[in-house]
């Protein structure tokens, strides 16, 4: 059993959603054998696309939850790209309701300005009310540099966080991957790292001049990894995320011109990666987030000028980070659960410690199970993923959603 | 080799063997009758998605001297105006039972992404900023016509490289034949990174002239001013325009190319365009013949074609291969 106490052996006795007891020889009615498992709080992602309403057709709340349970997510946190966005209190609602009876805990990230255009606060208030506790324009970032000033401080009295997607539009203007020496020799327009930076730098400053909190989302270049941890270090209120694939892909493996590997940002340099990876382990970056991104395939089975950006990431972010970042477990579940749900405001319920009295969201996985991933079984309505047919160690094998088994040995209960 | 996508999967022994097959049809297209029966029954489509004249002409051309059966998928009356995806035209085309599709799009890693989807040969006639195999081909062709061989050519490549197919296709082409490259341009209107290119790089026109066996200028589209690439069209003519005056800088032998359409007095001077050393129209005339060998070469001798056994990514030219580098020849074919 791993959480943000330590580790130890023992038995988790789960009654009425909450855990019970924990300790040796303990016995129930109904026993999920964890041998040769760790049990950990759920995972909670900070960036989930789930594409409803609008784009039912790539996810839905039900189905893009089953996948996080799959991943071993007990919690995820919608994004409000959706079509209408979630820029409203009425919008934010029927979300909200959708996931009371989805498999995974669904909450939901508000838009900060009213469609996602830039220009006029949304109703943050309102929306705070219902609980949301992130807000973002996820997919732009704010280009206004005032009007982002105005939403830190006004935020800074609901107590809510706000998310940057930090891409200045101009600069990054007509790009379809990173800027580089791939881009160059591959012939597609590239959009370079400095586009994320300045912004990164931009929200710096003003998380300083207003003292506002800002989470920055989906950071992928060594620059932006290191103005946050510049920014840490002065004691600004800021957080930031990484996603799989910026700590496992490179801009090489757009060579290829499949568009599953479009994404915004982009995949970047090996040198990045690694920066993402330093970031990771030295704490500059808070958490691991998906950006589960599912796209229908009439979106991606385009020339590559004309795909859109995003790739699947729930039932693969667990085996990459353990994988991949060569961290030691506590360290990877900090970042996949108890520190995102501390950003996204939802610790009381959400990543542990797991003690009685807990609502019991749990995570059980084998960390030395191999798979290969196959799009055609994943539980995603979509199937883009970049990781088809990778070989992935480390699995899920239960999830227990506020004492319910939702996954049982791999399998979704429903 | 089925499909023929970018010049690095030929390596060095394909180009090779692409200049000999076209020696032969250069000789085809002098006849009285300048046809052949190579691939009657054969059924060639152009799908072009991007305007064209040369090109596609030259391999409609191509395509009837060697008694293949043409079609021209002309984009702008067909379904895809509908709505119909690139996806489903090329499966919708492959399905009347054709042998190749020449592909012209403006998005890079398009006749990649139609090579896997189809069965058929494809053949990239253009490719976004990324490769135009053909043009490359044609080019070496023409160079060799008039001096035997490329190996040891100094060869300036001139102008809008950052956008240019033409460009990219050419560096692996002549670099792969043993051309030394220098492209020329201002800072904006070269490519973000030159990494793992082997080429040398010059802003200054004037110093690399002189010592050019062959100066390839690039075409000036009007509306890199608009993107602040430039100042003005002016400014580039008088800074990277092969002007009379520039001309006089070249040594006596040295040759002037250009893929066409030329713009007169932008990045050419009207008059020099005509000079007996600019092989312009010479280079479209042996894109007829080339582009007879290629199809010859993928088409016309069983199912895998000569130009077997060269599937795959080739070895970059510049031996800078690295892991993080990109190496000239990545690009793999999926034929």
């Known amino acids: ?4 106490t330590g580790s130890r052996r023992a038995d988790v006795l789960v009654s009425d959603g909450r855990i019970a007891a924990v300790g040796d020889g303990l016995d129930a009615r109904e026993v999920l054998d964890a041998g040769g498992c760790i049990v950990a709080p759920g995972l909670v992602d900070l960036h989930t696309h789930l594409r409803q309403p609008g784009r039912e057709e790539a996810e839905t709340v039900e189905t893009g939850a089953r996948a996080a349970a799959l991943g071993g997510y007990t919690a995820v946190v919608a994004m409000p790209n959706t079509d209408p966005p979630l820029d409203t209190a009425a919008a934010v609602r029927e979300v909200l309701d959708l996931g009371v009876k989805a498999v995974c805990d669904v909450r939901v990230a508000g838009a900060i300005t009213k469609g996602r255009a830039g220009r006029e606060l949304a109703p943050l208030g309102e929306m705070a009310d219902l609980g949301v506790r992130l807000f973002t324009d996820d997919g732009a970032g704010v280009q ?31 790009g379809h991957m990173h800027e580089g020496a ?12 400095e586009a994320e930076e300045v912004m990164v730098a931009r929200d710096i400053a003003l998380a300083r001049l207003t003292g506002g909190r800002v989470h920055f989302l989906h950071l992928s270049t060594a620059g932006s990894v290191a103005a946050v941890r510049a920014a840490k270090a002065e004691g600004l209120d800021v957080t930031a995320e990484a996603a799989p694939h910026h700590f496992t892909l490179t801009d090489a493996a757009v060579a290829s011109y499949d568009t599953v590997f479009k994404v915004n940002p982009p995949l970047r340099t090996p040198a990045d990666v690694e920066a993402v990876k330093a970031g990771l382990a030295d704490g500059t970056i808070d958490a691991i987030a998906t950006d589960h991104a599912p796209h229908a395939p009439e979106h991606k089975e385009v020339p590559f000028d004309e795909a859109r950006p995003g790739m699947l990431g729930l039932e693969t972010a ?20 108890w520190q995102p749900a501390r950003i996204a405001g939802i610790d009381s319920s959400h990543g542990g410690p797991l003690g009685p009295g807990r609502p019991a969201n749990l995570c059980v996985f084998d960390a030395s199970t191999s798979w290969v991933v196959d799009p055609a079984a994943l539980a995603s309505r979509s199937r883009n993923t970049p990781y088809a047919g990778r070989a992935m160690t480390g699995k899920v094998r239960h999830t227990v959603l506020r004492g319910e088994p939702v996954v049982v040995d791999g399998e979704a209960q429903r | 080799m089925r499909s023929l996508l970018s010049v690095a999967d030929l390596g060095v022994d394909g180009i090779e063997e692409v200049m000999r097959a076209t020696d032969s049809f250069v000789e085809v297209s002098e006849r009285a009758i300048p046809r052949v029966p190579a691939l009657r029954g054969k059924t060639v489509v152009s799908l072009f998605y991007e305007e064209s004249t040369r090109t596609r002409l030259s391999f409609e051309m191509a395509a009837k001297r060697l008694s293949a059966d043409t079609m021209n998928f002309a984009v702008s009356s067909s379904a895809v105006k509908k709505g119909e995806s690139l996806r489903d035209t090329c499966q919708t085309i492959e399905a009347m039972g054709i042998d190749a ?5 403006a998005s890079a890693g398009v006749p990649w992404q139609v090579a896997s989807w189809v069965g058929c040969s494809v053949i990239n006639g253009g490719d976004g900023w990324h490769e135009h195999p053909t043009q490359a081909l044609l080019d070496c062709y023409t160079i060799r016509g008039r001096r035997g061989s490329l190996e040891g050519l100094r060869i300036a490549v001139v102008g809008d490289v950052k956008h240019s197919r033409v460009a990219r296709s050419g560096v692996l082409a002549f670099t792969m034949l043993g051309a030394e490259v220098t492209v ?87 008059d020099v365009a005509d000079l007996e050393r600019s092989l312009i129209t010479r280079q479209v005339a042996n894109g007829v013949a080339v582009r007879m060998a290629v199809l010859f070469l993928l088409l016309g001798q069983g199912p895998s074609g000569p130009l077997s056994g060269r599937q795959g990514p080739s070895g970059p030219p510049s031996g800078r291969q690295g892991p993080s580098g990109p190496p000239s020849g990545n690009v793999t074919a999926r034929g």
């Open chain 1, 318 to 337: 667990l085996s990459l980070a353990l994988t991949e970042l060569e961290l030691p477990v506590t360290a990877v579940l900090a970042l996949l659960s």
């Open chain 1, 182 to 193: 791939w881009s160059s020799r591959l012939g597609i327009p590239g959009m370079p790292a």
């Open chain 2, 101 to 105: 599709l020449v592909v012209r799009h």
């Open chain 1, 1 to 4: 059993m791993v959480d943000v």
């Open chain 2, 184 to 270: 020329v341009a201002p800072p904006t209107l070269l490519p973000p990174s030159l990494d793992g290119w082997p080429v040398e790089v010059s802003h200054d026109l004037d110093t690399v002239l002189p010592k050019a066996d062959v100066v390839y200028l690039l075409r000036m589209q009007a509306e890199r001013q608009q993107e602040a690439l430039l100042p003005s069209l002016r400014e580039y003519t008088a800074r990277y325009g092969l002007t009379r005056d520039r001309v006089r800088l070249l040594p006596d032998d040295a040759l002037v190319m250009h893929p066409g359409p030329i713009n007169r007095g932008v990045e050419i001077a009207a």
């Open chain 1, 144 to 174: 206004d540099g005032r009007l982002m000033r105005r939403a830190l401080e006004y935020a800074s009295a609901l107590g809510v966080t706000l998310a940057q997607h930090c891409e200045d539009s101009v600069l990054a203007a007509g």
